[in-house]
Structures are given as structure tokens and as C-alpha cells.
T-cell receptor
């Protein structure tokens, strides 16, 4: 069964450093998403991406964040200068085209980001 | 924006009993309501969803009901089993949003004891 994959599973970084989280969405999906989950809290939307541009972003997704689809398979989230409060589990998700009945989002296993 | 409230935050049931988790939403434009199960160390897994054009949907031991007038929807798990133990999240979104951002509830930690 096709699935969303994410690397690395755990990333430890120093405050102020740049990190890139990588995702491979399901191959025939066209919409891509990043969410984050701070320990013990709910899953929060960060950004959605379609046709090589951002469709929607939340207030969390400030200038420190960027997304990119550098090739036909990868989808990345970059945090330019990490802060302690960026420590969280980051989930990538993907869904098919926005036709009725095809907007189910499938989540990857997540990358745990720890900022020291 | 959309605000999703979920109750209870924790739920403990005996194996074989039923479990009910309830959510409310604020945006009347929301028309898609998925439920996710998250096991320890894993990403959320879609278990069932419902769209605003139906009031109830069932898949084996799992059912979801939707009351658009009251803006609430519920997850029902019957004949619970220990492997149902996990955190369950409800979510809501609208296809009027350009990006289909899911707005999640805070989650319910379900424990099924043998």
C-alpha cells in the first residue's frame, strides 16, 4: 500500500541552525501539507502546497519557514533559524486532487525535531 | 477561523464496551470531517470520515454521526478491543479553503482494558 515517508525520523539541532525536513508524498497525489505537533498538544496546520506554490499557510508559518518541491518526488520543509519553541513532531501529508471525495489526507510517520 | 473542540480528553472503557468521542466545530462552511487514530510514535492514520451531505457513516465497528445544525459530530466504536487503545483526533475542513487545511481537536486518549 502506498505511504508517505519522512526523513530523518529524529533531528537534533542547535538553536539558530537551519534544518531541512524531507518528505516523499504518495506518488499520484498533488496536494502536500506540513503539520506540527508539540508534545502533548494537538496537530496544527502549517502550510499546504499545490502546483509548485503555497495554497494556504497558518500564522505559525512565518518567514523562518519555507517549503519546496525540488524534484518530482520530494517535498521539503526548511526552518531557517531554529528556535527552542520549534521543537515538535513535524508531519507531512498528501492528498489527491481537490475533487469531491478525493481530499483524504494521508500522513507520514513524522520527524521529531529537537532544538537545543 | 475554524475552532474544533473535542471531548473527553481521556476515556477508559472495558474491552467489549462502546466508546463515544464528541467534537464540535464553529465554521458552518466546514463540510469534511475526518477522524484519525494515532498510536505511540506514529503519524495520524485516517480511520473514517464523513462529508456534510450525509448524517451517518459506518465501517464495521466504527461509526461517525454528523449534526450540521448543531455543528457537532461523534465517533462511535463498538465492541472495543485492546488494540483500539490510542489517541483519536477529530478534524474539520472546508473545500472553500484553497488548501484544505485540517483543523484538529485536541485529541482523546482511549484506553481499552482487558
Amino acid at each position: 500500500e502506498p505511504e508517505v515517508t519522512q526523513t530523518p525520523s529524529h533531528q537534533v539541532t542547535q538553536m539558530g541552525q537551519e534544518v531541512i525536513l524531507r518528505c516523499v508524498p504518495i506518488s499520484n497525489h498533488l496536494y502536500f501539507y506540513w503539520y506540527r505537533q508539540i508534545l502533548g498538544q494537538k496537530v496544527e496546520f502549517l502550510v499546504s502546497f499545490y502546483n509548485n506554490e503555497i495554497s494556504e499557510k497558518s500564522e505559525i508559518f512565518d518567514d523562518q519557514f519555507s517549503v519546496e518541491r525540488p524534484d518530482g518526488s520530494n517535498f521539503t520543509l526548511k526552518i531557517r533559524s531554529t528556535k527552542l519553541e520549534d521543537s515538535a513532531m513535524y508531519f507531512c501529508a498528501s492528498s489527491e486532487a481537490l475533487l469531491a471525495g478525493n481530499n483524504e489526507q494521508f500522513f507520514g510517520p513524522g520527524t521529531r525535531l529537537t532544538v537545543l | 477561523g475554524e475552532n474544533v473542540e473535542q471531548h473527553p480528553s481521556t476515556l477508559s472503557v472495558q474491552e467489549g464496551d462502546s466508546a463515544v468521542i464528541k467534537c464540535t466545530y464553529s465554521d458552518s462552511a466546514s463540510n469534511y470531517f475526518p477522524w484519525y487514530k494515532q498510536e505511540l510514535g506514529k503519524g495520524p492514520q485516517l480511520i473514517i470520515d464523513i462529508r456534510s451531505n450525509v448524517g451517518e457513516k459506518k465501517d464495521q465497528r466504527i461509526a461517525v454521526t454528523l449534526n450540521k445544525t448543531a455543528k457537532h459530530f461523534s465517533l462511535h466504536i463498538t465492541e472495543t478491543q485492546p488494540e483500539d487503545s490510542a489517541v483519536y483526533f477529530c478534524a474539520a475542513t472546508s473545500n472553500s479553503n484553497s488548501g484544505y487545511a485540517l483543523n484538529f481537536g485536541k485529541g482523546t486518549s482511549l484506553l481499552v482494558t482487558p
